[in-house]
């Protein structure tokens, strides 16, 4: 009974939220793919144009270097975050005085946005680089060593959250088992620990590398691209070409379809071959 | 009963959704009539308004008199029942707001443009003004935009740049020892002013500053004062001296002056040349503002900045941007517009003529100009703001001076810029040059070949040298 209640009532229930994912997603989504293949300056008054849009990407040497900045970016700001998150979980699960302090203390910078989070770190990495005479601005290798410092003081916090509830979940009689018959603090780690918080570095990884190929607001407040687009992610890139060049909203489309692609294509990637590294208890 | 609960869960299903369709309904009239909002009187002349069916919509640029227009609207409101809505784009995020506003059924009637390349974008929005007031009361064609004999745009306020600079710092100057000149009317020509900065620059101790001129900043908060307004001088000159007006390939004949200029601005400032890729704007306007600098390119309306921190208007005095140009002993400041109004041919034609009754009546009536001219401090190029409705600061004053004194004012022919890339990249090139990790051949090679490769992408390589 209360099935099949359900199979008649949930076309009905899920209507109004189907409506908004409609109108909040589809339809923008259906148009902005339309938009890509067009010349408008408003979104509601476009002209077909076909590939030259795309045409047009390739022959932009900004968003070539955007998209081996990003991807280097997000080689680094994946591992660093993944890596810190983890051995700060380890730590904090050893039953330390004050762990719920800590724990707070590491979620909280998660908490402010990343536009206010990029202003802040700015203010603080140009204090220190004005001892040198140099700014956070200088070169794009200053921009790429902020982002990583800002990306990971942000996203370290959450991260960490993630991995605890992984690392508690480990059953004690697992690691007792590993003690017994011998194993190192070494070999728990690699053979008893990691195998089991498979699914939270499934779920870590897959949050941290989005993030950072989509990150926007932390760069467009921390060096918004400066000196000569060089600190430019593609997130910025493709609303610069949106917004900044008239006649160019088209391209900045386009690359935002291309962007998509990109971004969906790693992230199912990282899932499949993360996944499959999972086990079962 | 099955039947019942089918019927009632329906009816809530749908009645949610209705409800959230007819909350974008409510909201959407909220924002279209502001002026309802404002007292219970204004119900009825909103209704008036409507019957009629004119609107006004004015996506207003400047921030810092939207508080102003907002009340000026009101007043409007009050007298002609008409409702005119004043909304203010973000610092900066113009060109966004204005394109996700025009998409909107109910886009912007009024808007602005800054010259004839944004002109470029927004052509086919523009209304033709030429029968309209205030064209006709324009003093001259110059603060038009024109395009095949169609009135697309109407300048609405004249500004004025120049090196700005604290005339009792530059007097206690004068008074030490072996200063070069002993009067700022010596100064009117490049070398003179180069040897004056590095004198001050020398003397900075003696005189109390950390450099003759204010922070070169490049952030994006000021590197315009650079990279448009700074380059408009060798594009003047170039253009002067070729008899042309504009040009879809400049050859950069004094670009050599706009590297002696910015050398001179980057030497002998505040702050060393490797930081000025993060100083600002408003970093540049303090030190001026605090004494801490003598010089300050920038124009009128950086003048409630200069005065912020206690230099009274007799502290402040403009010289014209020298760079080396041939006969620049008569040059003046820089003086030109790029705020045009432009009306939306695409609204509809009530809405269009309520605009232009609008218009007329804000640089006419005495509400009007009294509030452009004395509460924002526009200078405007109407000629009925001559009786009594004149702006003043020091900074005008000085303008007004250098006019008054027969010399030619440098038109703004950065207007004619290819796009805004173009100034990107030169500005890209003129930091990279400053902090050392780049050279000055790529400053040139951004001036020259970028314009034509801008001019090319933007009007198409079809098009001829006209």
């Known amino acids: ?281 | 009963m099955k039947n019942l609960k089918k019927g009632v869960a329906l009816a809530m299903a749908a009645s949610l959704s209705v409800c959230a369709f007819a909350g974008c309904n409510t909201k959407d009239n909220g924002t279209s009539t502001p002026a309802e909002t404002t007292g219970s009187g204004e119900t009825t002349s909103t209704v008036a308004a409507d019957a009629t069916g004119g609107k006004v919509y004015y996506l207003n640029f400047k921030p810092e008199q939207a508080e102003l227009w907002t009340q000026l609207a009101k007043t409007y409101t009050e007298q002609t029942g008409v409702t005119v809505k004043v909304d203010t784009a973000a610092s900066g995020t113009y060109e966004e707001t204005l394109k996700a506003e025009m998409a909107k059924s109910e886009a912007p009637t009024l808007f602005q443009v800054n010259g004839p390349v944004e002109l470029a974008t927004w052509t086919d929005y523009c209304y033709d003004l030429k029968d309209t007031s205030i064209y006709k009361n324009l003093k001259s064609d110059d603060f038009a935009l024109i395009e095949n004999d169609a009135v697309k745009g109407v300048a609405y306020v004249i500004e004025t740049y120049g090196i700005i600079y604290n005339k009792t710092l530059l007097n206690d100057y004068f008074e030490t020892d072996g200063a070069v000149v002993k009067s700022v009317d010596e100064i009117n020509n490049f070398d003179t002013f180069k040897a004056v900065v590095e004198d001050i620059q020398a003397k900075k101790d003696e005189l109390g500053i950390e450099g003759a001129f204010t922070s070169s900043g490049m952030d994006s908060s000021s590197d315009w004062r650079f990279k448009t307004h700074l380059a408009n001088l060798p594009i003047y000159y170039e253009y002067k001296a070729d008899g042309i007006d504009s040009t879809s390939a400049i050859k950069g004949t004094y670009l050599d002056n706009y590297h002696d200029i910015w050398d001179l601005y980057i030497n002998n400032s505040t702050c060393d040349k490797t930081m000025i890729s993060s100083k600002t704007g408003d970093d540049a306007a303090s030190e001026f503002a605090l004494g801490e600098a003598v010089f300050y390119q920038n124009g009128t309306w950086a003048y409630a900045d200069c005065i912020s921190e206690g230099l009274t208007d007799d502290d402040l005095g403009m010289l014209p941007i020298f760079i080396g140009g041939e006969g620049e002993e008569n040059q003046g400041l820089c003086t030109g517009s790029e705020n045009y109004w432009c009306v939306n041919s695409k609204a509809s034609e009530a809405d269009i003529q309520a605009t232009l009754a609008f218009l007329d009546w804000v640089i006419t009536s005495d509400e009007g100009r009294s509030c452009l001219a004395n509460d924002m401090g526009f200078v405007t190029p109407f000629s009925t703001f001559d009786d009594g409705y004149q702006a003043d600061n020091a900074l005008i004053k000085a303008a007004n001076e250098y006019i008054a004194a027969g010399k030619t004012a440098v038109s703004w022919n950065f207007s004619t810029i290819p796009s805004e890339k173009w100034k990107d990249d030169v500005g890209n090139a003129l930091l990279e040059y400053a902090q050392g990790t780049g050279e000055w051949d790529a400053v040139v090679s951004a001036f020259v070949d970028g314009w034509a490769a801008e001019y090319e992408a933007v009007h198409g390589a079809a098009t001829p040298d006209a």
């Open chain 1, 1 to 281: 009974m209360n099935k099949k209640v359900l199979r008649i009532y949930f076309p009905l229930f899920a209507l109004p939220t189907l409506i908004a994912f409609i109108i909040g997603f589809l339809v923008p989504f259906g148009m902005g793919i339309y938009l890509s293949f067009c010349k408008f300056t408003t979104v509601n008054d476009a002209e077909w144009v076909g590939m030259r849009n795309f045409k047009d990407i390739f022959a932009d040497k900004d968003f070539i270097h955007a998209l081996w900045y990003t991807a280097l970016f997000a080689v680094v700001s994946v591992i660093t975050i993944n890596v810190f998150g983890f051995a700060i979980a380890m730590l904090l699960t050893k039953g330390i005085r004050g762990t719920n302090i800590f724990r707070t203390v590491f979620f909280m910078p998660n908490l402010i946005g990343g536009i206010v989070l990029g202003y802040i770190w700015q203010l603080i990495l140009n204090g220190i680089l004005a001892n040198f005479d140099k700014t956070l601005t200088y070169s794009a290798t200053n921009g790429f060593w902020g982002m990583i410092i800002l990306m990971n003081w942000q996203q370290i916090g959450y991260m960490m959250i993630i991995y605890i509830a992984g690392i508690q979940n480990v059953p004690g009689e697992l690691l007792e088992a590993a003690r017994i018959d011998g194993a190192t603090n070494g070999q728990v780690l690699t053979k008893v620990i990691l195998p089991m918080v498979m699914p939270s570095i499934t779920i870590c990884t897959f949050l941290t590398l989005t993030n950072s190929f989509k990150l926007f607001d932390q760069n467009l407040a921390l060096t918004n691209g400066a000196p000569s687009n060089k600190s430019e992610l593609l997130a910025l890139n493709i609303y610069n070409t949106f917004y900044g060049r008239a006649g160019y909203e088209g391209v900045g489309q386009a690359k935002a379809v291309v962007f998509f692609f990109i971004v969906g294509a790693i992230a199912v990637a990282q899932l499949f071959f993360t996944h499959r590294k999972e086990v079962q208890q």
